[in-house]
């Protein structure tokens, strides 16, 4: 794993930070300056001077200089204005909370239309693609779907988080976004323009929208196609971020606003997102805004979904959101790519189960959760311990593309409901996802409070029988057992 520069910014202010007192109010520009001093000096810069110090109070102006002159980055800013009381900001910050939405789970997401390629594609050959690809130029996408000789193609909203929270609004959570939205595709039917622009419409009316930026430019795009492969199929990707690059810019001008926004949720989660080709800057501005949250909310619960974008290659800003999190969900494939590149595993490990602890390391804590998905069971991995959830699968192939986000959905549904544990949210997650897995939308929303209201049921009347929960250790509870509401697939989600 590549060492971790002793220059990055994060690190070299954090101890110094640590030293400062929360507890005092600056009465002057003077004492500001003294405070700062040995900072730039541990920086490596030139102490910084205000004009006019004396004895007038510190004000928003100064805080600006503070940040142009880069000696503390945007969030060790935010935690000086909060912890410090610099002007009236902590006045300012307790004034604001009650126009922000108390909410169950914010999610920070691409926003893309997914074109899906079914099954029955002529395309039958893999071997030239990859398990997700990149591109930058939008007219790949173009000549993707032009070689999957398809009569008729299927485009949806889509992004990883934006699926995740539209499974927990149709459960009843409160939810909210952090995106941009652009621009349905002109290339694209018109009934499937018209299906885009009504599910944005739809997304915009289901979910707290106080941080979904609208864009002129065009959503992103990724192509999904399945392939058959030996007794299974394989998913495949092509993703063009399009306006979802703009969400660093959403990033850096609502900083402050998103932090008071997103600790106020119970839970954060966060799918990877692209930044621009060699850059790194998305994913330390995140890591960023995310510390910050963590300062401020200790008990929000950090979950992140890092994909094969942030899994396959290291990223310093990656590493670093992994490192808050409480939670973490991979599949097969992105487990051993997790463990190899942040948790300094060996190229190839002869079992799956060895790549565990590797990838969990790369984690907030040994409390944390590692949530797996396999192909017929899901793997939690906490305290250097894993248990396996199973449900029985069978059925026709068929696309898998948002079957993993709505088993997250599913999960955290559970994980935030009182009477269920994370095994019962790993079965609640397995069978919504199937339900996803054989239809390109997410499903009727009266099917998924169904599958789920079942799934509480059976949990009610065994923990009934049992008399406590903590028998069910050792015993598989109603919900693993109940059937198949439809058929399922065997596509890894």
Known sequence: MPEIPESAPYRELALALDDIRVDRRLSNVSELEKLLAPLAKKAGRRPLKFASTGNRPPSQDDLREILASRTLSQAELHRLQLGLMIGDRREQKERALPSLPALDVIGIS???TD????ASSKRISGEDLGTED??????????RLEDGHVDSLVSRLGGSAVNCVRTLNVLGLRTGLVAVAGTPPTSISDADRRRLEAELQLLAAEVDGSFVRGSENVTGRCVSEVVAKDSHAERFLLTWPGA??????LIHDKFEELVRYLARARVVHISALIDL?????LANLLAELVEAVREASPHTTISCDPGYVWSHAYSLGASRILKLCDLAFC????????????GGAEHLLPHSEQYLPHAHSALRSSDAVLVV?????????AQ???VEVQLKRSGPSADGTGAGDVFAGGFLAARLDNGLDDRDGAALGMRLARHKVSRPDLGDPEEIRAIASEARKGVREHSSRSGHRANRESQHPTLFELPPPDPITDVAL
């Open 115 to 118: 074109h899906i390629l079914p």
């Open 110 to 112: 691409a926003i893309n």
């Open 384 to 386: 250097s311990e894993s």
């Open 331 to 342: 599949d097969q494939e992105e487990l051993a790519l997790l463990a190899r590149t942040y």
């Open 277 to 281: 080709e060699g850059s790194d800057a």
């Open 244 to 249: 979802n690059l703009e969400i660093w810019d």
């Open 373 to 381: 998905r396999l192909r017929r069971s899901v793997t939690l991995y």
């Open 134 to 143: 990149v591109t930058w130029n939008e007219l790949d996408i173009q000549k």
